[in-house]
């Protein structure tokens, strides 16, 4: 665009100057040619004023495609042309007037059609004017050769400008997307993305600095992660010593006071929910090291729908199947299982229970399972903070469980190329989504 707008203005300047020149040159030609005609044609007055149209037609010298007349404003003055088509009335008015009134004059005009430069000078010795015509073709000849000339520089100027620009520009920022690309990587990810030196020395101070801001956030990211792995284990070993305990203290329940009873259902139910928070945060702590592989298997998905709402204590839930499902796929089946199960249970715990199952085809290859419950629904300012981890809805808030579920529902979908999230169920209650991929590539 800055080749464009200079070159524009170069060739609009460019042209305007030489055209001024051209016609600055044709002007004063003309006015000197005319003025020797106008004292030629004066002496002839003065000589022989009967053969003036002689003279006009012999001996009078006009530009070639040019023409000159001899006209007065008084009644029986000689007259004569040498181009007696083109008459004195064919000539700009306000010229004509101002050369017949004593003055001499100089005008662009167009006659029949062609551009002229029209000289007019009056001959005060006989009280008449002499006018002179000069066409401007050759003229326009060549301010149209210099101005397809600069349109033809002003492009090709452009096109190598913007080659020019287009390549430096790529070279210049192309450090800067090689860190939008790193930077992508590790949004994604990819903690171990760094940037290779630079020969510019700014550009390899950028690289450096933004590999040590890589280093301190894989080191940090992995320190906490390390640090939540080694808590969830280090706790698993008391809450398994826990479980047991309680375990033994409920088969002997009948031996305690009522009051006792109470106390003891309260620590049973924190404790076996304590195990499955804390079950919940290792798996979580295995898929952040990328420590869960992926075990593909072909399996019919109505069937293995099925076989797992059974399996979660809803064996009569309505499973729809949607015309062009595929029944056939392959997938992770424990990682379905945990994704199905927790949207199961999730619903069972603060949803209402089940109330609809429904596989559909998706987009090209993958499969949508949507899980329906029939409570309070979903706030939109929520549906994507459920599935944070800890992360709960206001409706669930005092309800049981770890706020762990979704997250790891979300993860297992990512996992295998998939996405999870939460619609309004038409009627009433939430929709929990899940769109996996038919075929997941190992």
């Given amino acids: 665009m800055v080749a464009l707008l200079a070159g524009t203005i170069l060739i609009g300047v460019t042209y305007g100057f030489a055209r001024t020149n051209l016609l600055q040159r044709e002007n004063s030609t003309a006015r000197d040619q005319t003025f020797v005609n106008a004292d030629a044609v004066r002496t002839q007055l003065t000589d022989d004023p009967d053969n003036i149209g002689l003279f006009f037609d012999r001996t009078l010298r006009t530009e070639a495609g040019g023409f000159a007349n001899l006209g007065s404003a008084v009644p029986d003055s000689p007259r004569a042309c040498t181009d007696c088509v083109v008459q004195l009335g064919d000539y700009p008015e306000r010229l004509v007037d101002e050369v017949l009134r004593g003055g001499n004059a100089t005008q662009y005009a167009s006659i029949n059609g062609d551009d002229y430069v029209v000289v007019g000078v009056y001959i005060g010795a006989h009280d008449t004017g002499y006018f002179e015509v000069f066409p401007l073709r050759d003229t326009e000849r060549t301010l149209r050769a210099i101005l397809t000339a600069l349109a033809l520089g002003g492009v090709g100027t452009m096109v190598l400008a913007t080659l020019f ?132 298997e072909f399996l019919d998905l109505v069937d293995l729908t099925h076989r797992i709402a059974a399996r979660f204590g809803t064996p009569d839930v309505p499973i729809d199947v949607a015309p062009g499902t595929i029944r056939e796929v392959a997938i992770d089946k424990v990682r379905y299982e945990r994704i199905l199960g927790n949207l199961i249970e999730n619903a069972h715990n603060h ?48 309800r049981i469980g770890t706020g762990l579920g979704l997250a790891l529902v979300a993860e297992h979908s990512a996992a295998m190329g998939g996405s999870a999230w939460v619609e309004d169920r038409p009627g009433g209650g939430a929709r929990f989504v899940v769109d996996l991929p038919t075929r997941v590539d190992l």
């Fill in 165 to 296: 620009g287009f390549s430096t520009s790529r070279r210049l920022l192309r450090p800067l997307s090689r860190v939008a690309d790193a930077a992508e990587n590790i949004a994604s990810g990819g903690l171990d993305t760094r940037l290779d030196e630079e020969s510019d020395p700014d550009l390899d101070r950028l690289a450096g600095s933004f590999n040590d801001m890589a280093d301190a956030v894989q080191t940090r990211i992995e320190r906490e992660a390390r640090f939540a792995s080694d808590v969830s284990h280090e706790l698993r070993s008391p809450i398994t010593a826990l479980t047991a305990a309680v375990e033994v203290l409920d088969g002997r329940r009948e031996e305690v006071p009522e009051r006792t009873r109470q106390a003891l259902d309260v620590v049973i139910s924190q404790v076996r929910r304590f195990d499955s928070m804390v079950l919940d945060l290792l798996e979580l702590s295995r898929l952040d090291a990328g420590a869960t592989d992926l075990n593909i």
């Fill in 351 to 398: 949803g209402g229970g089940v109330v609809n199952i429904t596989l559909s085809p998706a987009q090209r290859g993958y499969v949508r399972i949507a899980v329906e419950d029939g409570g309070p629904g979903v706030a939109r300012g929520e549906r994507e903070r459920i599935f944070e981890r800890f992360a709960r809805g206001s409706a669930a808030r005092h």
